[in-house]
């Protein structure tokens, strides 16, 4: 006799304080019926399961429902990462929108600023396979041969926006979606995105301190689940652009 399947668990809810529904709130650009975006700022982790509101995952407990339920992430972010994500408000949402990212039907850009120069040329695709390696409690992500056991195929566009000293501004595309591919793939061909320390990125440009990942998602174009294409961009933040003028670059 088949057992019935096991019902998936709700999250627990978290108790979030006035200040952090109010930050959680703050980063919406966009919100429906169905879906819900976010400008996510560099050093919040998209997920963590450690129990506390030091998570996006956990902050969305601020737009709960009567019912219990509240928005669920489709994608992430790395923690370091600032810029466009996408939550669901309902499981027939998160159903569609998960089935049409495995089906890359997402279009995701993101602007990086990189070092010591522009690629060459100033426009092409990386098509480098990647494997994950496990350093003590680190995941990374390293290129390797196409044959090799655990190479997962991964492309990568890139176009050059504005050249200065020593750096360069890049408009980014991932047409694969490994974990750190943008960063592997640039620090692959030379190219390392500024303040990237896990991939070798330059921690001062322009004679001032890097403060973080100079990675920016700037847009997401996906397919809504009431039909159509919706696209969502979120502005450049402050400290990359502070860190683009000081190179020289012109966002």
Same mark, same amino acid.
């Given at each position: 006799?088949?057992? %019935?399947?096991?019902?998936?668990?709700?999250?627990?809810?978290?108790?979030?304080?006035?200040?952090?529904?109010?930050?959680?709130?703050?980063?919406?650009?966009?919100?429906?019926?169905?879906?819900?975006?976010?400008?996510?700022?560099?050093?919040?982790?998209?997920?963590?399961?450690?129990?506390?509101?030091?998570?996006?995952?956990?902050?969305?407990?601020?737009?709960?429902?009567?019912?219990?339920?509240?928005?669920?992430?489709?994608?992430?972010?790395?923690?370091?990462?600032?810029?466009?994500?996408?939550?669901?408000?309902?499981?027939?949402?998160?159903?569609?929108?998960?089935?049409?990212?495995?089906?890359?039907?997402?279009?995701?850009?993101?602007?990086?600023?990189?070092?010591?120069?522009?690629?060459?040329?100033?426009?092409?695709?990386?098509?480098?396979?990647?494997?994950?390696?496990?350093?003590?409690?680190?995941?990374?992500?390293? %290129?390797?041969?196409?044959?090799?056991?655990?190479?997962?195929?991964?492309?990568?566009?890139?176009?050059?926006?504005?050249?200065?000293?020593?750096?360069?501004?890049?408009?980014?595309?991932?047409?694969?979606?490994?974990?750190?591919?943008?960063?592997?793939?640039?620090?692959?061909?030379?190219?390392?995105?500024?303040?990237?320390?896990?991939?070798?990125?330059?921690?001062?440009?322009?004679?001032?301190?890097?403060?973080?990942?100079?990675?920016?998602?700037?847009?997401?174009?996906?397919?809504?689940?009431?039909?159509?294409?919706?696209?969502?961009?979120?502005?450049?933040?402050?400290?990359?652009?502070?860190?683009?003028?000081?190179?020289?670059?012109?966002?």
């Amino acid at each position: 006799m088949r057992r %019935p399947p096991a019902q998936k668990r709700r999250p627990a809810p978290i108790a979030l304080s006035p200040d952090e529904i109010a930050l959680v709130r703050s980063l919406v650009i966009f919100e429906d019926a169905e879906v819900l975006v976010l400008n996510k700022p560099s050093g919040l982790s998209s997920q963590g399961g450690r129990g506390q509101a030091n998570t996006l995952d956990e902050l969305l407990w601020a737009f709960v429902k009567s019912s219990g339920r509240r928005p669920g992430l489709v994608h992430r972010l790395d923690r370091d990462t600032s810029g466009v994500i996408l939550c669901a408000k309902s499981q027939p949402a998160a159903s569609f929108l998960g089935k049409a990212l495995a089906a890359r039907k997402f279009s995701k850009r993101y602007v990086a600023i990189v070092t010591p120069a522009a690629p060459e040329p100033p426009q092409g695709e990386i098509a480098t396979a990647l494997r994950r390696e496990e350093v003590g409690r680190e995941a990374y992500m390293r %290129p390797c041969p196409d044959d090799h056991p655990d190479a997962e195929p991964s492309l990568s566009r890139y176009r050059t926006l504005s050249r200065g000293d020593g750096a360069a501004l890049l408009e980014l595309e991932p047409v694969t979606g490994r974990m750190h591919q943008l960063r592997v793939h640039l620090a692959h061909v030379g190219r390392p995105i500024a303040g990237d320390v896990r991939y070798g990125g330059a921690l001062t440009l322009g004679g001032a301190a890097v403060p973080r990942l100079m990675l920016h998602a700037g847009s997401l174009s996906f397919p809504h689940p009431c039909g159509g294409t919706r696209t969502v961009e979120a502005p450049a933040p402050p400290d990359l652009l502070a860190v683009a003028a000081a190179a020289g670059l012109t966002p």
